[in-house]
């Protein structure tokens, strides 16, 4: 029993690691291709089941002045666009900007048609106040791939340094033995510490911690074992 609990830690970390480096580069990607794939079918007449919306939405919001089929293929070029920066991860920023000022006109059909998006029995959203509303899980989407990508925000994993104990379960022992296999990767391995918790998915001061105590350790080690003269 206790083997298998030590293999299920094992899976569990290694699972976690490789969810923190990759599932924002993940979501990003997603998110992009979700863009381009709606706006590409804007560009068909009477396919998008957005094209309706997109056309009252843009002729309140522009007083009429823009045609509707101008409005859906700009919409769709926009989005494509958005599509593309964000599958590629090259002009984040720019992307990020474009998503934000997209947003606020996907979901200003809230504000604008209410009474449309809400006009089913006891004011249940239509399928196109569906069609609306989960957007924002898009929003939500934005919002992480944003802080992942802005000023070298990336996601971590913090683990609290485990406290000296007098004696290591199996499970513990194994965790133990990972995390001194990461400070010696740094130490002795020829790599930086960045990359090594950039591949982990732990902050530094984790790092550190860890490194810390590992030395503190040897060093107690050492102490309880003077070289013979």
Sequence with gaps: MPALWDLVIGVENRVHAFLVRYSIGALRTTVGV??????MLKYFPGVSPAQNIVEATTHILFFGLVSGR???????TLECLIGLLLMSGRGLRVA???????????LSPIA???ARLFSGPHHAP??????????????????????????GGRMVREEPAPAPAVALGRSDS????????????????????????????????????????????????????????
Excluded: N
């Excluded at 979700?34 to 706006?39: L, R, S």
């Excluded at 106040?129 to 939500?140: A, E, H, R, S």
């Excluded at 790599?191 to 590992?214: L, M």
């Design 126 to 151: 239509t399928l196109e106040g569906q069609y609306v509303l989960k957007d924002i899980v898009l929003v939500t989407a934005a919002m992480v791939v944003a802080a992942g990508s802005f000023r």
């Design 112 to 114: 604008l048609l209410t």
């Design 174 to 229: 194994v965790e133990a033995r990972r995390r001194l296999e990461v400070v010696l990767s740094a130490i002795g391995g020829g790599r930086s510490v960045q990359d090594v918790c950039q591949e982990q998915g732990i902050s530094e001061s984790t790092y550190h911690a860890w490194r810390d105590t590992a030395l503190d350790a040897a060093a107690e080690a050492l102490e309880a074992h003077p070289v013979a003269s």
């Design 96 to 106: 990020l900007y474009l998503l934000i000022g997209e947003l606020l006109g996907i």
């Design 70 to 76: 101008l409005a859906v293929v700009g919409t769709a």
């Design 34 to 39: 979700v863009f381009f794939a709606f706006g």
